[in-house]
């Protein structure tokens, strides 16, 4: 791995993730709104940006153009097809073999195996309430997005983060396949260490075709698991 271009990059996970990948000595592409361009101040000289929305397909088909590996912030945003937009975009134009990484919450299920708490239930009601309402989000395109992800040979992953918190790293999530497993109880996850999920995602063949379902390592749900995991001491 030694290029990579994160699609969404001027956003508080974004610049998470540009943070790891030059820390991982990555050469590191973005793509962020061009009004947004000013919050990668922190980081001129050392990354390349394509100023544009996620969903134009000819910013990302430039951006992506000899990258190995994709980041993307799957966002939500509006009415006008904008996550599945920008899946497609990316789908069709990363190179062949290169790692994709895309980033959504909880809600979107893959094999319609979990199962989700109420508090996520009356979050989805609320959000797409608001849908209908403003056209500010569209948690229904999300979802399409994932389908053709999911439907796709490319090398994806696709990381369900839980609630986020600000604070120091605390390592790298663990994770599950299915939200409703014990480990991620806890619900809950430093956006810090979200971005390294991803960030890591890229080298870890492990996940490809994976859905994995995050939590923070360091939650009281995690250590509770990784107790009862412990091997035990015959001594």
């Known amino acids: 791995m030694k290029k990579v271009c994160i699609v969404g990059a001027s956003g508080k996970l ?12 990555y050469e590191v592409v973005g793509v962020c709104r061009e009004h947004s361009v000013g919050k990668l ?13 996620t969903n ?6 430039k951006a992506v153009a000899g990258c190995d590996g994709v980041l993307t912030v799957l966002v939500p945003w509006g009415a006008h097809h904008y996550s599945s937009g920008t899946a497609q975009a ?6 062949p073999g290169a790692r994709l990484i895309f980033s959504c919450g909880w809600h979107i299920t893959r094999d319609g195996q979990d199962v989700y708490p109420e ?9 797409r309430w608001i849908s209908r309402l403003t056209h500010i989000v569209d948690i229904d395109d999300q979802i399409e997005a994932c389908r053709r992800i999911f439907a796709s040979d490319t090398r994806w992953t696709v990381v369900r983060g839980s ?3 600000e604070g120091k790293s605390q390592g790298l999530p663990v994770w599950s396949r299915h939200v409703g497993d014990p480990i ?9 260490d979200y971005a390294l ?3 890591a995602a890229l080298e870890d063949d492990a996940l490809i075709h994976e859905a994995p379902a995050i939590v923070g390592c360091r939650t009281p749900s995690a250590l509770a698991h990784a107790a009862d995991t412990a091997p035990i001491d015959a001594g």
Do not use: W
């Open 163 to 165: 609630d986020l918190e």
């Open 90 to 95: 990316i789908l069709d134009y990363a190179r």
């Open 14 to 25: 974004g610049k998470y993730m540009v943070q790891h990948a030059l820390d991982r000595d």
């Open 119 to 127: 508090t996520l239930k009356r979050e989805e009601k609320i959000a």
């Open 184 to 192: 991620l109880k806890s619900n809950m996850t430093r956006r810090v």
């Open 56 to 61: 134009n397909r000819e910013v990302i088909q």
């Open 197 to 199: 999920f991803m960030v």
């Open 41 to 53: 101040d922190a980081f001129k000289g050392r990354i390349t940006i394509f100023p544009g929305d």
